[in-house]
T-cell receptor, first 113, second 121 residues
Framework: QQQVKQSPQSLIVQKGGISIINCAYENTAFDYFPWYQQFPGKGPALLIAIRPDVSEKKEGRFTISFNKSAKQFSLHIMDSQPGDSATYFCAAPLTSGTYKYIFGTGTRLKVLA | GAVVSQHPSWVICKSGTSVKIECRSLDFQATTMFWYRQFPKQSLMLMATSNEGSKATYEQGVEKDKFLINHASLTLSTLTVTSAHPEDSSFYIC?????????????????FGPGTRLTVL
């Protein structure tokens, strides 16, 4: 099974701090890595995504860092806010060349006011 | 743009009955829709992929006779949980994808619905 391993399982950060969530993948054929944000009782929403031909992508307070050699990618949330409290999932294509995703196990982030 | 809706948002049913969940793409044509299942505090598990006008492709371990999927139009897919039992209680989420949705390179993004909470008594 082509897995995407995500850590930590939960994270508590003070307001204004940096939240860092990590994912590791096995299949080097993966070529697209989105991050999703999910609030309780809601469906996931795309936050930011990256392709492995770049090492970093930034959108506002959210940054993806990608390490192709280590087969790892991470989400950094700068200046974390209480409204960022949600569950975050990384994902990767289940089969290269298709649009099916396999999701990481999720990280529950709580930002303290 | 790229809004996906689901109906109902929650449903409670008796064991043995069937439940139908609708997934609609409101402002784009969804050539492909995906159905996921999510247990509390767990990740999303892909159940099946449906392409408009063709039979759904089910993931390993998902009973196709238990979870009937129909994708009859470019804006609607339905999931019917047949003869539901308490172990089918879960959060069911659909996603939709089609030409023109936001893309990165050759990828078309999936847009997720708000989910349907199914409780089987």
């Amino acid at each position: 099974q082509q897995q995407v391993k995500q850590s930590p399982q939960s994270l508590i950060v003070q307001k204004g701090g940096i939240s860092i969530i990590n994912c590791a993948y096995e299949n080097t054929a993966f070529d697209y890595f989105p991050w999703y944000q999910q609030f309780p009782g809601k469906g996931p929403a795309l936050l930011i995504a990256i392709r492995p031909d770049v090492s970093e992508k930034k959108e506002g307070r959210f940054t993806i860092s990608f390490n192709k050699s280590a087969k790892q990618f991470s989400l950094h949330i700068m200046d974390s806010q209480p409204g960022d409290s949600a569950t975050y999932f990384c994902a990767a294509p289940l089969t290269s060349g298709t649009y099916k995703y396999i999701f990481g196990t999720g990280t529950r982030l709580k930002v303290l006011a | 743009g790229a809004v996906v809706s689901q109906h109902p948002s929650w449903v409670i049913c008796k064991s043995g009955t069937s439940v139908k969940i609708e997934c609609r793409s409101l402002d784009f044509q969804a050539t492909t829709m995906f159905w996921y299942r999510q247990f509390p505090k767990q990740s999303l598990m892909l159940m099946a992929t449906s392409n408009e006008g063709s039979k759904a492709t089910y993931e390993q371990g998902v009973e196709k006779d238990k979870f009937l999927i129909n994708h009859a139009s470019l804006t609607l897919s339905t999931l019917t949980v047949t003869s539901a039992h308490p172990e089918d209680s879960s959060f069911y989420i659909c996603s939709a994808q089609g030409p023109g949705t936001r893309s990165i390179g050759r990828w078309n993004e999936q847009f997720f619905g708000p989910g349907t909470r199914l409780t089987v008594l």
